[in-house]
């Protein structure tokens, strides 16, 4: 073969990557540009992760669990012109479910039940993610809520995060946080925005980068199997020292106090009916060995050498599910004491706060009973 026909297939072969490059390239911008146009989700659009929670490290937790996300990464049905009345859930890891079927998540088994009164079409989806608090929330509720077709309803389940982010901070936490010279907004918010389409960085490049994430984040946190649940149940079970003196929350209680009445401003700038839920948890005085060991909350630095008793636990979660009582009768919203009707048992709990199976169809069934006292849903249940 002479040296022109070498050259000839050398430069046929390198047209052919360049095509298939800007081929390839040409699809990925178009697909990333589609995704920046809703730019800000909790969670990745169209997600399929399946768990597989071991139920010894999970009480009330068995089978396989689905965590799926809808085209605008809400976890829930896709929006349709057909449904008559839209709720959205707000909150951390106890309104998430992230270990439990998405059949099984209260926010879905709240849709069966309000569709069974024979409504047209109720829908209800969730952002809620691990470790999000009151301050996220307010993110959320300005830049999340205007993105989607007409909100009806939002019910939110805020405290347990607010309460831990406080005691994980000990004396750094900052109380004015959102209003003091260190707020970064923007920063903030890049923890629930989709990456906006940039001419300068290609497509091909950003998918190389998300395929790599995906792989090393599997065994990080919140893994397949719940694995995460032993190792931070341990990790206090090893505590040095356990605290019996809960710390001063007058300063965090206000905050929480002026974040709570943010977002029902927010709601009804927005003309959506608010509706806010106090944290149950598994702590109290009297509880066996067994259920104690499920517990792994309440650390005071990242060191984990001090954690606070869950006696103290209890009477500072106490102290936040009565100030957002009270927020929500001076402001007149309504609101589900949660914590009043479920017991304190692993038929409720797998560990400190998060609902197994069964807990979450009593959450989704006070839930229930609540709302098919009012309208829309009371005219339902007359027919």
């Not at 936490?173 to 903030?188: L, S, V």
């Not at 209680?253 to 839920?277: H, W």
């Not at 106090?278 to 005071?300: E, H, I, M, N, Y």
Request: net charge positive; charged share 25%.
């Amino acid at each position: 073969m002479n040296m022109k026909r070498i050259m000839y297939h050398i430069l046929l072969l390198l047209l052919t990557l360049s095509i298939g490059f800007i081929m390839c390239e040409s699809c990925l911008r178009f697909y990333y540009y589609q995704k920046s146009k809703n730019k800000y989700c909790v969670h990745a659009p169209d997600q399929r992760r399946i768990f597989k929670p071991d139920p010894g490290v999970l009480p009330g937790v068995e089978g396989l669990s689905r965590f799926n996300t809808n085209s605008m990464g809400i976890r829930g049905d896709e929006f349709s012109d057909s449904q008559q009345y839209r709720i959205l859930a707000l909150g951390g890891s106890t309104t998430e479910c992230l270990y439990l079927d998405e059949t099984e998540a209260w926010p879905y088994l709240l849709q069966q039940k309000l569709n069974s009164l024979h409504m047209s079409n109720v829908w209800v989806g969730s952002i809620a993610a691990s470790g999000k608090n009151t301050r996220d929330h307010i993110l959320h509720m300005k830049y999340m809520i205007p993105q989607y077709p007409n909100i009806d309803m939002i019910i939110i389940l805020p405290g347990v995060n607010d309460l831990i982010q406080r005691l994980g901070k000990g004396t750094d936490y900052n109380a004015a946080f959102m209003f003091g010279p260190d707020y970064d907004q923007e920063q903030m918010i890049k923890g629930f925005s989709v990456s906006p389409f940039r001419k300068k960085k290609l497509a091909l490049w950003r998918l190389a980068r998300k395929i790599k994430h995906l792989y090393l984040s599997r065994a990080f946190i919140q893994d397949e199997v719940a694995n995460f649940y032993i190792v931070k149940r341990e990790r206090r079970k090893q505590g040095l020292n356990i605290l019996t003196n809960a710390p001063d929350l007058t300063k965090a209680l206000e905050e929480y106090d002026s974040n709570i009445n943010v977002i029902i401003d927010i709601s009804k700038q927005y003309s959506i009916r608010p509706i806010f839920l106090t944290q149950p948890f598994l702590w109290r005085a009297d509880l066996s060995k067994s259920d104690k060991d499920l517990c792994w909350l309440g650390w005071v630095d990242k060191s984990y050498a001090e954690y606070y008793s869950l006696e103290v636990l209890a009477s500072c979660l106490e102290l936040y599910n009565n100030r957002l009582i009270d927020v929500c009768k001076s402001r007149g919203v309504e609101y589900v004491d949660l914590e009043a009707y479920l017991p304190k048992d692993t038929t409720v709990f797998y560990d400190d706060v998060h609902f197994n199976e069964n807990g979450a169809s009593m959450v989704a069934d006070i839930i229930f009973k609540k709302l098919r006292k009012k309208e829309p849903f009371v005219q339902q249940t007359e027919k």
